[in-house]
């Protein structure tokens, strides 16, 4: 299967942006992959001396992300 995206690219109608956007779109997906792993790593190994409401905000802030993601119809994995 082949897919192809076009931009046009001149003065009055400039997709710079949504071309870098698609582009860039697995560096996206890295970047948030690699967040989320980050507060899946405090959550599961988190210190003892952890207050509630840190470990907390890592759990709600893991949650929410997951939500954008499943509301966007994305997935994490690769």
């Not at 779109?25 to 690699?34: A, C, D, R, Y």
């Not at 792993?37 to 959550?43: A, D, E, K, M, V």
């Not at 988190?46 to 759990?59: H, Q, R, V």
Request: include cysteine; hydrophobic fraction near 35%.
């Amino acid at each position: 299967m082949k897919a192809i995206l076009e931009f046009t690219f001149n003065e009055e109608n400039n997709d710079r942006t949504e071309f870098q956007d698609a582009v860039d779109g697995t560096k996206w997906k890295h970047s948030v992959w690699e967040m989320d792993q980050w507060l899946r790593g405090n959550i599961k190994h988190a210190p003892d001396d952890i207050s509630d409401d840190t470990y907390k905000a890592f759990e709600l802030c893991r949650e929410q992300l997951h939500e954008f993601i499943n509301n966007n119809n994305l997935d994490l994995n690769f």
